[in-house]
T-cell receptor
Framework: KAGVTQTPRYLIKTRGQQVTLSCSPISGHRSVSWYQQTPGQGLQFLFEYFSETQRNKGNFPGRFSGRQFSNSRSEMNVSTLELGDSALYLC????????????FGSGTRLTVV | GIQVEQSPPDLILQEGANSTLRCNFSDSVNNLQWFHQNPWGQLINLFYIPSGTKQNGRLSATTVATERYSLLYISSSQTTDSGVYFCAVGYGGSQGNLIFGKGTKLSVKP
C-alpha cells in the first residue's frame, strides 16, 4: 500500500510570507500528526487531526494552523514566516487509536530567508 | 510532562559490531516506538513496543514498562545502519503527541 506522501519536499520562502504544506496519510488511517524538527529543539509536536477534528495541539504560536479533509489528507499552514520557522516538517499517519505504530512521510524542508 | 532520555548520544562502531541503545522515560506510557532517521530525514518505524520483546532481523527491542526503560539492540552492524535512532513515547490522552528523545547518532565505519 502507498506510504505517507508529503508535498512539497523542499521550499524556500521569504520572511513574512505564508506557506501551506500537504500530507496524505496511508489509506484507511484517520489520524495525521505534524511535527517540527530543528537542530536545537529536536522533534516537537505541532498538532494532531482525527476525522477532520483537531484533537491535540502542541505549544506553538497561532501562526501555525492546520486542517484535515474528509479524505484524511491534511494541510498545515504557517503565516507570517520567521527565520526560526526554518525546519524539517514531518507528518505521521496512524489509525488514531494511539496504540499502534506511526508511519512518517519524507518531510518538507522549509527554509525561510 | 514525560521526559525521554536516550543514551549514548553518539556511538561509533566498526562494521560487524553489536550495540545497545537505551531509552529511559519518566512516567507510564501506552505507546513506545523506535525510529531510524536516515540521512535524507525520513523517520522509519522500527518497532512499536510499549512492553515486551520483538525482533526483526538484526534488530531487536525490549521494553520493561515497570522499570521505565527500553533497549534497542543492533547486531552485526552495517554501514547502512548509520543515522539517528529515536525513541518516542505516548501516554493516555496524548492523542498523536509522541514525545521524542534527543536521539542516538550512530556511525558505522567500514
Amino acid at each position: 500500500k502507498a506510504g505517507v506522501t508529503q508535498t512539497p519536499r523542499y521550499l524556500i520562502k521569504t520572511r513574512g510570507q505564508q506557506v501551506t504544506l500537504s500530507c496524505s496519510p496511508i489509506s484507511g488511517h484517520r489520524s495525521v500528526s505534524w511535527y517540527q524538527q530543528t537542530p536545537g529543539q529536536g522533534l516537537q509536536f505541532l498538532f494532531e487531526y482525527f476525522s477532520e477534528t483537531q484533537r491535540n495541539k502542541g505549544n506553538f504560536p497561532g501562526r501555525f494552523s492546520g486542517r484535515q479533509f474528509s479524505n484524511s489528507r491534511s494541510e498545515m499552514n504557517v503565516s507570517t514566516l520567521e527565520l526560526g520557522d526554518s525546519a524539517l516538517y514531518l507528518c505521521a499517519s496512524s489509525s488514531g487509536t494511539g496504540i499502534y505504530g506511526y508511519t512518517f512521510g519524507s518531510g518538507t524542508r522549509l527554509t525561510v530567508v | 510532562g514525560i521526559q525521554v532520555e536516550q543514551s549514548p548520544p553518539d556511538l561509533i562502531l566498526q562494521e560487524g559490531a553489536n550495540s545497545t541503545l537505551r531509552c529511559n522515560f519518566s512516567d507510564s506510557v501506552n505507546n513506545l516506538q523506535w525510529f531510524h532517521q536516515n540521512p535524507w530525514g525520513q523517520l522509519i518505524n522500527l518497532f512499536y513496543i510499549p512492553s515486551g520483546t520483538k525482533q526483526n532481523g538484526r534488530l531487536s527491542a525490549t521494553t520493561v514498562a515497570t522499570e521505565r526503560y527500553s533497549l534497542l539492540y543492533i547486531s552485526s552492524s552495517q554501514t547502512t545502519d548509520s543515522g539517528v535512532y529515536f525513541c518516542a513515547v505516548g501516554y493516555g490522552g496524548s492523542q498523536g503527541n509522541l514525545i521524542f528523545g534527543k536521539g542516538t547518532k550512530l556511525s558505522v565505519k567500514p
